[in-house]
């Protein structure tokens, strides 16, 4: 019987653990109110972004590829939408570190 408050709190955290994790950049629109692909590359073409990959994120459009700066960018879209939901540009650094330290040492 005295272990029975060790018992309560090894459960407790486990069930924190294990409590299913929700993303704020998550899309939860039915399918059938999305807009298609082509459309979603349209509206990209639009923003003046060069597309090199398009797929589905969690239940988002996930597009990779150039911003009309030159820049390297991963935006996730609103497939209702296509509001631009989540969006990470990279700065130039878009080569891996080993080929700068490469271009460096020359």
Not at 3 to 31: F, W
Not at 41 to 51: K, R, T
Not at 69 to 74: A, D, E, P
Request: charged fraction near 35%.
């Amino acid at each position: 019987m005295k272990h029975r408050p060790c018992l309560l709190i090894v459960y407790l955290c486990l069930s924190l653990m294990v409590a299913p994790a929700h993303a704020d950049d998550d899309c939860d629109v039915p399918v059938q109110q999305w807009q298609s692909r082509d459309a979603a590359l349209e509206h990209a073409a639009s923003l003046g972004w060069e597309v090199q990959r398009l797929k589905i994120d969690d239940g988002c459009y996930e597009i990779r590829g150039r911003d009309a700066q030159g820049r390297s960018f991963k935006a996730k879209l609103d497939p209702q939408t296509l509001r631009v939901v989540k969006m990470k540009v990279r700065d130039g650094h878009d080569k891996p570190e080993r080929e700068r330290d490469r271009e460096r040492s020359h």
